[in-house]
């Protein structure tokens, strides 16, 4: 069958010479009219189908010239064939991310004719960048994305966390999930099929402090987001226009084309070409509103429940930890290294700072309104209630005197009915009373003074043994003083009392 495509190949070549044959114009040589031929295309595919690769290749290179886009791939494909034939894999390289550029078809690189490079390292880099590739880290990273996605969502349509403060931490979690998603895109190789997809995160770097720091100050000093505010957004502002000018503007076939660029320069394709400045200003900018969210959690934290600090001071070291680990990133890129323990570090912590949000977004949402929870807004069942501000004030204070100086939690009866009759109140105030203020049930509330007394005996080291301490601070029996005393303290309470002792 070769011999016989020859025959027809080489048929073709002469009734194409006899055509031309006795057409030569006045004043040409016809003997030009050969060697000309000879140049062409079909020559050249002539002796690239007979495995003549080095008769192929020059007369390929000189018709590189040609502003034909289907005779220029045409060329490329050949002549990246042609030098991995030759087995010379920095030129067949070379002439992939030529064709590339113009022609993106990854599937390229699983041609036959590649196998004899196919373990070269240039080959190895090109085709473990742009072939599609799925990964352990990229299915965590899609999936916490996601689920980022559905948080804000969530937060956005609770009604009960105050307006600015829900639009805050919502914008807060749309960045990290959008970045998240961005770093799963990257690492699959898919923002080469998806070109837009190039740096969609890129232009909320200087935005997560800023958002962090006024949603802490909008729920722990009650101010309200005002104009001059908008000072914070400004590098964003200057980012964003420099990203629309330089990457956004660009055509899906532009963006592959730097990406290839970046990528045969020996960096990262997925990366700004700014990288380093990027990752310099965006740890200082982290770093600094960092400490303006430790200032302004400290001025703030005696006005706020347990619950709602516990869960604040949660979030704060999360994002220390995101800080710490892009700054030993940023260290890293200085250093030439882009890749490892360290580039996973921060994204690490930004999935855990999305995943706990949604934790709280599902299980307490009342933590995020800070200084807002305080509104009957947060307590839809109290809403009909009868019990108006000045008179929950007065019972608090009532309820304060019976639980601190009369101490009326030692009391093993102890029921809900009990208080609401010391306070000359209804049953469904005592219990809204409680809840409003301490954001715990009444069971949870007894047992809070309960925990206390206990932890006084237990230090002072008489001679009372841990069952007696039980009964002598309410409890009826030693499991339930056991499992409450672990609640608060996470520890038994002999592990507390060695503790004690060992000090």
């Not at 490329?76 to 550029?101: G, Q, R, T, W």
């Not at 072939?131 to 689920?147: A, Q």
């Not at 009964?471 to 608060?488: H, I």
Request: proline content about 3%.
């Amino acid at each position: 069958m070769r011999q016989v495509s020859r025959l027809i190949v080489l048929i073709t070549l002469l009734l194409h010479i006899g055509s031309l044959w006795g057409k030569t114009p006045e004043g040409v040589n016809s003997a030009d009219i050969p060697i000309s031929f000879q140049d062409s295309l079909d020559w050249a595919d002539y002796y690239f189908n007979i495995h003549r690769y080095k008769k192929a290749i020059p007369i390929y290179e000189k018709n590189l010239g040609t502003t034909d886009k289907d005779q220029q791939i045409h060329i490329f494909k050949k002549l990246a064939l042609s030098e991995a034939a030759e087995e010379n894999p920095d030129k067949a390289v070379s002439y992939i991310y030529d064709y590339f550029k113009i022609n993106f078809q990854p599937n390229f690189l699983m041609h036959e004719g590649f196998d004899d490079i196919r373990t070269t390292e240039n080959f190895k880099k090109i085709s473990g960048t742009v072939l599609p590739r799925i990964n352990t880290w990229s299915i965590i990273y899609f999936f916490v994305g996601i689920i980022g996605f559905y948080v804000m969502f969530v937060l956005l349509i609770n009604k009960k966390i105050d307006e600015q403060a829900r639009n805050l931490i919502a914008f807060f979690v749309f960045i990290h999930s959008l970045f998240i998603l961005n770093i799963c895109i990257n690492n699959t190789n898919y923002v080469f099929q998806f070109p837009h997809t190039y740096l969609m995160s890129a232009w909320s770097a200087f935005l997560y402090g800023p958002l962090l720091y006024l949603y802490f100050r909008r729920v722990s000093q009650s101010k309200d987001f005002s104009l001059k505010d908008l000072w914070h957004f400004l590098p964003t502002l200057i980012l964003v226009i420099y990203l629309l000018i330089e990457v956004y503007s660009l055509s899906g076939t532009q963006k592959v084309s730097l990406m290839l660029e970046r990528l045969q320069g020996g960096l990262n394709p997925g990366d700004s070409a700014k990288l380093l400045p990027l990752v310099t200003l965006k740890a200082i900018s982290l770093a600094v509103y960092a400490y303006f969210v430790h200032l302004t959690i400290s001025k703030s934290n005696g006005e706020l429940t347990k619950r709602t600090r516990i869960w604040q001071r949660n979030i704060y070291r999360i994002h220390v930890g995101y800080v710490v680990a892009y700054i030993l990133f940023g260290i890293l890129i200085i250093m030439g290294k882009n890749s490892g323990f360290f580039y996973h570090a921060p994204i690490v912590m930004m999935s855990l700072m999305v995943l706990y949000v949604g934790y709280a977004a599902n299980v307490q949402p009342d933590v995020f309104s800070g200084l807002y929870a305080y509104t009957n807004q947060l307590f839809p069942k109290y809403v009909k209630s009868g019990l108006t501000d000045s008179l929950s004030m007065e019972l608090k204070e009532v309820l304060h005197d019976l639980f601190h100086n009369q101490k009326l939690y030692l009391r093993n009866d102890i029921s809900l009915d009990m208080v609401a009759e010391k306070l000359d109140t209804t049953r469904h105030n005592a219990s809204q009373l409680i809840n409003e203020h301490f954001e715990m049930n009444f069971h949870e509330f007894v047992n809070t003074f309960r925990i206390k007394e206990a932890k006084k005996l237990l230090e002072e080291q008489n001679e009372l043994n841990i069952i007696d301490i039980a009964y002598e601070v309410g409890f009826n029996n030693k499991v339930s003083f056991n499992k409450a005393f672990k609640k608060d303290t996470d520890l038994t309470p002999s592990q507390y009392l060695n503790n004690i002792r060992k000090q």
